[in-house]
T-cell receptor, first 111, second 116 residues
Framework: SQQGEEDPQALSIQEGENATMNCSYK?????LQWYRQNSGRGLVHLIL?????REKHSGRLRVTLDTSKKSSSLLITASRAADTASYFC???????????FGKGTKLTVNP | GAVVSQHPSRVICKSGTSVKIECRSL??????MFWYRQFPKQSLMLMAT?????????EQGVEKDKFLINHASLTLSTLTVTSAHPEDSSFYIC????????????FGSGTRLTVV
């Protein structure tokens, strides 16, 4: 079952602009993860934020987590054409190791 | 880092035949692996959880007789799509956990299955 719902479903921006993607989830979580998928490829882990964290940075990535609203956001600053990909949030299901993915946001960065 | 190797990357098979997809953990022992299916422009849907030395646990709605999963060793899990039909055409991805707790996940590069 789908846990997360990302919005927007698709986002098109110019190189150098910032891209913000949002994810909402339904149940309580231990952590939330963001992944990137280039077309027709596997997933690359970007960043994990634990339930007791509110914000986390990794290079040009900034992730926030609001457990009261059951939502998270991924901000990519100073985007590059190479950032063009689909981005998914994922959370472990219940107390298990199963990762449940949101529907994803397809980001296009135009040069 | 933890690497999962998935093969083949692409396969085309005739309707009615079976196809085996392999997923290997290269530098760590994966006691648990996960198999996902992804339709075009959609998200990943968990099919089953594969545990070394025991039967796989399938998600609701996934036919266990069609999608045979074997996890015979700590480094290898296989997914066999039996009697494949065109509707089984999809992108299949495996994943494994590593490290302490369930916080580390690594994914294979995926297999594009086309059934003709």
């Amino acid at each position: 079952s789908q846990q997360g719902e990302e919005d927007p479903q698709a986002l098109s921006i110019q190189e150098g602009e910032n891209a913000t993607m949002n994810c909402s989830y339904k149940t309580s979580i231990n952590n939330l993860q963001w992944y990137r998928q280039n077309s027709g490829r596997g997933l690359v882990h970007l960043i994990l934020i634990r339930s007791n964290e509110r914000e986390k940075h990794s290079g040009r990535l900034r992730v926030t987590l609001d457990t009261s609203k059951k939502s998270s956001s991924l901000l990519i600053t100073a985007s590059r054409a190479a950032d063009t990909a689909s981005y998914f949030c994922a959370t472990p299901q219940g107390g298990s190791e199963k990762l449940v993915f949101g529907k994803g946001t397809k980001l296009t960065v135009n040069p | 880092g933890a690497v999962v190797s998935q093969h083949p990357s692409r396969v085309i098979c005739k309707s009615g035949t079976s196809v085996k997809i392999e997923c290997r953990s290269l530098d760590f022992q994966a006691t648990t692996m996960f198999w996902y299916r992804q339709f075009p422009k959609q998200s990943l849907m968990l099919m089953a959880t594969s545990n070394e030395g025991s039967k796989a646990t399938y998600e609701q709605g996934v036919e266990k007789d069609k999608f045979l999963i074997n996890h015979a060793s700590l480094t290898l899990s296989t997914l066999t799509v039996t009697s494949a039909h065109p509707e089984d055409s999809s992108f299949y991805i495996c994943s494994a956990t590593y490290g302490q707790g369930a916080f580390g996940y690594t994914f294979g590069s995926g297999t594009r299955l086309t059934v003709v």
